[in-house]
């Protein structure tokens, strides 16, 4: 496993949020943080962009974004 092509900057976004008030920028750059974590893995090779099942990466992204979002709006 590598160390991500991005060197896990998806901790920087993390820590970001953590300093923010609003409960749903907090979401919302948690889960871009997320997002370059699943998209840097599948541009370093360590996990799938697409599998013929249809998992991996782009699913995961989707899954993540839509919990995201029907946690901040509502189902």
């Known amino acids: 496993m590598s160390g991500g092509r991005w060197q896990y900057q998806s901790h920087r976004l993390e820590e970001?949020?953590?300093s923010l008030a609003s409960n749903e920028i907090v979401q919302i750059i948690k889960a871009a943080a997320r997002s370059e974590h699943i998209?840097?893995?599948?541009?370093?090779?360590?996990?799938?962009?697409r599998r013929e099942d249809g998992s991996g990466a782009e699913r995961d992204l989707f899954d993540l974004w839509l919990k995201t979002f029907n946690e901040i709006y509502g189902d």
């Open 16 to 18: 970001l949020a953590a």
């Open 39 to 49: 998209i840097d893995w599948a541009v370093s090779g360590d996990t799938a962009r």
